[in-house]
């Protein structure tokens, strides 16, 4: 009876332990749950610390305008560091309210540098341009368009872009991109390689912050055309090329698939470039082309040299065909082949032999043909999801002067020029009218030249920047390599003189007293303080009027302009300027609060006396 009694009580305690015993079993767990959770909780710290002692940024793409109250939204020009620790210019920060209007039809265009309009300004883009054709297409609804364009983007970045445009409620999503599938950010050839995880980790502020601390890449080290390649002679056999086309069908559907579910309708366009005006780089004789055959080329090629500086593009055509059968698959002289073709009026044959050059070319900048076949299949499988392909290379074909792109539309290797963005929106707002929303095109809607410049707010001045800059483009590495980089400097450099040539006098003293970055980065801004220096008030009141209407996230145009309206004596407008500064996307620096505050103090006094 003891023992059974000693059992039980055996038993009893076995499942009701003393105090003592139970606490310290779960102060175990517990120190195993801080041991789980304290890494997570000091990340979740760290972070907050940064961002109450604002360090980083806020990298989302869609973001509220604090400065405006509720329901303005804008897409975030720093979206952009959660890819690349440097400012890579865009997307374009223009106001749009959510929720959505009924009334409004909201596209957003998504791409690189040809998007975001480089090396004009995003606001003289073609997705503007877009905007103004299609507000006469569709009569009774507020067409806007927004520019999610950001330079040196590949299509790996751009599905994150597309996947957080959804919070911007676009009726319509448009792509184009392909052209930094090698060099751009995440592309396969480049110093600055992206996956999910690293975005991830860049969307934190104590991520932006590490890797800005321990990277060892400089931005100011040069241009990113010259610092991101690693590997600038790219065959078209060689694997990385097949692993940009992989690349690019794979981030093209999950982009389209994105799109499906969300039942957004998405235009993904080919891309297109400059044929004519762009030659490629020297490309080395293949290893199956003998000593002998070589030689042979070579003397071929000298031949036709001297046949085209006699304009003898007929003999040269000849040697030039012979040179490539003996060597074939060399992109210059299949360049220079083409440039006789095109001088002796054979369009389709030379269209033909520059399209096999770009894509010979080891300098692979320009996307190659095959980008063209894989965004049509993407867009062919996700046709019953509204899924659509707009192939823009017979367009670009039929306007070319001579049935070839160049710089008749474009400024360098693939950024277009005013007609080149132009073109691009008509045919893409012809695409929209009649494949999207199953509407009749009226082709007599559609502005005039003269007009559109007017809307944008285009100057002379504008054009003039662009065209140095892509002079400037040109001049430096790879490019300055190109079998026929000479030539093309000496045309965008006399283009230049001759739009300079074609400023007054006052103009050209304005425009040439900027600084190069500012004429970069706000020319319309520089322009009108270069004239309020000079007194010359209404002059300058025009330029800060045009950088309102284009840029009105912006606070600097309403600022300045306020300033000239009040040395001009009429108050009531200054007042009026500088409250639209107060509200605008973008806020003003601190020396522009204190210009501002200044005015506003002595209007005051001025009121009172």
Not at 211 to 226: R, V
Not at 341 to 356: H, I, M, N, P, V
Not at 457 to 486: M, Q, W, Y
Request: contains cysteine; hydrophobic residues 40%.
């Amino acid at each position: 009876m003891r023992r059974r009694n000693q059992s039980l009580t055996l038993q009893r305690s076995a499942a009701n332990p003393p105090s003592g015993e139970g606490g310290s079993h779960r102060r175990v767990w517990v120190l195993r749950a801080v041991a789980v959770l304290f890494p997570f909780c000091a990340v979740a710290l760290a972070n907050a610390v940064l961002y109450w002692t604002d360090i980083g940024v806020d990298t989302s793409l869609v973001v509220s305008n604090d400065r405006v109250g509720n329901g303005v939204f804008y897409l975030n020009p720093n979206c952009d560091l959660a890819y690349c620790q440097q400012d890579l210019r865009g997307p374009e920060p223009r106001a749009f309210e959510l929720p959505k209007r009924p009334e409004t039809y909201r596209i957003l265009v998504v791409g690189a540098s040809s998007v975001q309009g480089y090396p004009y300004p995003s606001e003289l883009a073609f997705p503007r341009h877009m905007q103004l054709i299609l507000s006469r297409q569709i009569p009774g609804r507020d067409v806007e368009v927004l520019n999610a364009g950001v330079v040196g983007l590949s299509t790996t970045p751009l599905v994150d872009i597309v996947r957080q445009s959804i919070d911007a409620s676009p009726d319509l999503i448009v792509l184009y991109a392909g052209h930094n599938e090698f060099y751009g950010v995440g592309g396969v050839a480049t110093k600055a390689p992206l996956t999910r995880l690293g975005i991830r980790f860049r969307r934190f502020r104590l991520g932006q912050w590490l890797t800005d601390c321990f990277s060892s890449d400089d931005p100011a080290s040069g241009e990113l055309i010259i610092r991101l390649p690693t590997d600038v002679a790219i065959p078209i056999h060689s694997e990385l090329v097949a692993r940009a086309e992989a690349q690019y069908e794979k981030n093209l559907s999950e982009i389209a698939g994105i799109c499906s579910r969300n039942k957004i309708p998405l235009l993904i366009c080919s891309v297109v470039s400059n044929l004519r005006d762009h030659s490629p780089l020297p490309s080395p004789y293949p290893p199956s082309v003998g000593p002998a055959d070589r030689e042979r080329a070579e003397e071929l090629e000298a031949q036709a040299s001297d046949a085209i500086s006699q304009m003898q593009y007929t003999e040269a055509i000849e040697l030039l065909a012979a040179a490539a059968h003996l060597a074939p698959n060399r992109a210059e002289t299949l360049y220079w082949l083409a440039q006789c073709l095109d001088q002796a009026g054979r369009k389709d044959e030379a269209r033909r032999y520059f399209t096999r050059a770009r894509d010979l070319d080891g300098f692979r900048y320009r996307a190659p043909s095959s980008f063209q076949r894989i965004a049509r299949e993407v867009a062919s499988k996700g046709q019953d999801a509204g899924i659509q392909f707009v192939d823009l290379v017979p367009g670009f074909v039929r306007a070319s002067e001579r049935g070839v792109p160049g710089h008749d539309l474009f400024l360098e290797h693939v950024h277009f020029n005013l007609e080149g963005h132009w073109l691009v929106a008509r045919m893409l707002a012809k695409a929209i009218v009649e494949r999207i929303r199953g509407d009749a095109w009226n082709e007599s809607a559609i502005p005039t030249a003269e007009e559109r410049d007017l809307w944008l707010g285009v100057t002379k001045e504008d054009r003039i920047v662009a065209t140095k800059l892509a002079t400037f483009l040109l001049e430096g590495p790879p490019f300055d390599k190109s079998v026929d980089s000479k030539r093309q400097r000496q045309s965008l450099a006399a283009k230049t003189e001759g739009l300079l040539n074609g400023l007054f006098r006052e103009e050209r003293e304005a425009f040439e007293s900027l600084a190069p970055k500012t004429k970069i980065d706000d020319l319309l801004d520089g322009l009108g303080r270069a004239h309020l220096s000079k007194g010359e008030l209404e002059c300058a009141l025009a330029y800060f009027a045009l950088g309102g209407w284009r840029r009105p996230w912006m606070p600097n145009s309403f600022v300045f302009a306020a300033i000239a309206h009040h040395l001009l004596g009429h108050d009531k407008e200054a007042v009026e300027e500088a409250e639209r500064s107060f509200h605008t996307p973008m806020p003003e620096t601190e020396s522009l609060r204190i210009e501002r505050n200044a005015l506003l103090h002595e209007m005051r006094l001025m009121a009172g006396r």
